[in-house]
């Protein structure tokens, strides 16, 4: 088996103040890795510093992209109507499909903001499909010397109820 190691690179999020975060995909060597289109990581930053996220509306179509934090606090909003917080241990999935717009940004409480935000590439016959938004925080399942979260997919029997449209 062939290992490839991909560096990631400092992206700003637009704006004077622009939070950067570190991209690992898409890379001009590498543009998927299965149905993974991009993947990004920020922080840990100070949000008095860095500006936070401050991402205003825009659109997207044809993914899904799955977020959640390991510090801080997030305010999603979307063309669709929904309405929710992305706090740390919880997972936010927006199904763009036909067409979605959505705005991300830091909520004053948040003065430490780190997280990751995967973007997953929607096969064909899912390309289209109806726009939506799953806000879930699953239950801390542990065995022997370890602690987990199941946002996506299963581990050991305990399953996530996030619908993704391809395996992952």
């Given at each position: 088996m062939?290992?490839?190691?991909?560096?990631?690179?400092?992206?700003?999020?637009?704006?004077?103040?622009?939070?950067?975060?570190?991209?690992?995909?898409?890379?001009?060597?590498?543009?998927?890795?299965?149905?993974w289109c991009f993947v990004d990581h920020y922080g840990p930053d100070r949000v008095f510093e860095s500006g936070g996220m401050d991402v205003p509306p825009h659109p997207h179509t044809g993914l899904q992209t799955a977020s959640w934090l390991f510090e801080g606090e997030i305010e999603h909003r979307d063309s669709a109507g929904n309405h929710a917080m992305v706090r740390p241990g919880e997972l936010n999935l927006m199904t763009a499909g036909s067409g979605i717009?959505?705005?991300?940004?830091?909520?004053?409480?948040?003065?430490?903001?780190?997280?990751?935000?995967?973007?997953?590439?929607?096969?064909?016959?899912?390309?289209?499909?109806?726009?939506?938004?799953?806000?879930?925080?699953?239950?801390?399942?542990?065995?022997?010397?370890?602690?987990?979260?199941?946002?996506?997919?299963?581990?050991?029997?305990?399953?996530?109820?996030v619908r993704t449209h391809t395996p992952l």
């Open positions: 062939t290992m490839e190691i991909l560096t990631p690179r400092d992206v700003p999020l637009g704006g004077l103040r622009a939070m950067t975060v570190r991209r690992t995909l898409p890379q001009r060597q590498r543009t998927l890795i299965g149905a717009s959505h705005s991300e940004r830091t909520t004053t409480s948040a003065d430490i903001l780190a997280g990751i935000q995967l973007w997953i590439a929607l096969p064909d016959q899912s390309r289209f499909t109806d726009a939506g938004f799953e806000h879930y925080a699953p239950p801390l399942i542990e065995g022997p010397g370890w602690r987990a979260r199941v946002f996506l997919g299963s581990l050991l029997g305990d399953s996530s109820p």
